[in-house]
């Protein structure tokens, strides 16, 4: 596609619920990363794809996240058990792969849990 | 240290001034450095890449390396009050994930 395409732009959902979050990253980009930006903060790496693994999920912060990529294109961020604090944008990003690649930004998920 | 620091801002300055910005790194964030602008409520774009000491320029918009420093700075010459944004430094290793700083608000007023 285009660009990077995030799923759904909005999601309110009650604290203790499931959600998925998807990203379809640009057409030929083998590398895809997460991010999380709360209000007010900088953003934060949750995890990389290379394909469809994950050699540095370090980012991630408790294992109620988790995420997979199938056929080196789309990717979902699954949280579990939402908690208040899970409240965010979360932004997928892809690129190239190399080292001196530019990494390109979905317009993001805002996750709310009430 | 924070891997990647930025001057926290908030910066304002006059239309038409050159505005400065400023973003210190750790070893650990060396291979290139990036400076995305974020509008609020949106994503973050790139605007500027660069990968050796020096400066680059495109446009308006200079960016400075300085290695031995372990510096990155980017100077946005006669400012626009579009240029209002948050301004956010990253650094990448060696796969691309790119660490960020917390981002400086810039003001430009007319």
């Known amino acids: 596609g285009a660009g990077v395409s995030q799923s759904p732009s909005n999601k309110v959902t009650e604290k203790g619920k499931d959600v998925e979050l998807r990203c379809d990253p640009i057409?030929?980009?083998?590398?895809l990363y997460w991010y999380r930006q709360s209000l007010g903060q900088g953003l934060e790496f949750l995890i990389y794809f290379q394909g469809n693994s994950a050699p540095d999920k370090s980012g991630l912060p408790s294992d109620r996240f988790s995420a997979e990529r199938t056929g080196g294109s789309v990717s979902t961020l699954t949280i579990q058990r939402t908690q208040q604090e899970d409240s965010a944008v979360y932004l997928c990003a892809s690129s190239q792969g190399t080292a001196d690649e530019k990494l390109f930004f979905g317009s993001g998920t805002q996750l709310s849990v009430l | 240290q924070k891997e990647v620091e930025q001057n926290s801002g908030p910066l304002s300055v006059p239309e038409g001034a050159i505005a400065s910005l400023n973003c210190t790194y750790s070893?650990?964030?060396?291979?290139?450095f990036f400076w995305y602008r974020q509008y609020s409520g949106k994503s973050p774009e790139l605007i500027m890449s660069?990968?050796?000491?020096g400066d680059k320029e495109d446009g308006r918009f200079t960016a400075q390396l300085n290695k031995a420093s372990q510096y990155v700075s980017l100077l946005i010459r006669d400012s626009q009050p579009s240029d209002s944004a948050t301004y956010l430094c990253a650094g990448g290793t060696s796969y691309g994930k790119l660490t960020f700083g917390q981002g400086t608000i810039l003001t430009v007023h007319p």
């Open positions: 660069i990968y050796s000491n």
């Open positions: 070893d650990r964030v060396s291979q290139s």
């Open positions: 057409s030929g980009h083998t590398a």
